[in-house]
């Protein structure tokens, strides 16, 4: 149990040491459906001044997902004790759509623990819209029939939909399509 009360999950992590000695540490938390390796592009950016930590958010990469329904709650004190494990006092962080939700509630939880925020396509509750709302039904009816090969493709076209993006495209449709359909499931309601 970590000190908030609340079982804790093993992640899977990525940490690039930056050659720059006592480098601040910047934390990057991803999507859903996605995982820690997907940050890989910014590493050239950020590797000269930071230290990159890219855990795998629980159920997602090389992450296990325990048993249950978890909520937000519980992946922010996932990566927490992550933190502590590697003896990381504060960090820069930045989340990604469910990365961000993880990221606000780190900063509501722990702001101690953060030298900054960045949040990108984040939300601390879901509002559902008419677009939202449906966005997410079609999402679960296509992971509660296991179709993950047409989830992925579907958020793949409106994450990358311009031409010359077909490689960012195919490779996130991919990864998306990797995804266990429960567990896809699970963390979608977890932001709910």
């Known amino acids: ?6 079982a804790t999950t093993v992640l899977h992590y990525q940490l690039h040491t930056c050659a720059v000695r006592e480098a601040p540490v910047a934390l ?7 995982c820690g390796e997907d940050w890989a592009l910014q590493l050239s950016a950020l590797l000269p001044r930071y230290t990159v930590l890219a855990p795998d958010l629980r ?3 090389d992450s296990p997902m325990p048993a249950g329904w978890p909520k937000i709650e519980d992946l922010a004190t996932d990566v927490l004790a992550l933190l502590d494990q590697l003896e990381i ?3 820069h962080l930045v989340g990604l759509s469910l990365g961000g939700a993880v990221a606000l509630q780190l900063a509501v939880d722990t702001p101690a623990r953060l030298r900054s925020l960045t949040a990108v396509n984040a939300f601390a509750r879901l509002h559902a819209t008419r677009g939202s709302l449906r966005r997410g039904l079609e999402r679960t009816w296509l992971a509660a029939t296991g179709r993950m090969d047409e989830l992925g ?3 793949a076209d409106g994450l990358f939909p311009d031409a010359g993006q077909e ?3 195919a490779a996130a ?5 990797g995804n266990r359909p429960l567990t896809y499931i699970k963390l979608l309601t977890a932001v709910s």
């Not at 149990?1 to 609340?6: I, N």
């Not at 449709?173 to 399509?177: D, K, N, T």
Request: hydrophobic share 45%; net charge positive; no cysteine.
């Open 59 to 61: 159920g997602q990469g």
């Open 1 to 6: 149990m970590s000190s908030a009360g609340r």
């Open 167 to 169: 490689a960012f495209r």
């Open 89 to 91: 006092e504060a960090v």
């Open 173 to 177: 449709a991919a990864r998306l399509a």
């Open 153 to 155: 493709r579907r958020v």
């Open 28 to 34: 990057l938390l991803h999507g859903l459906g996605s």
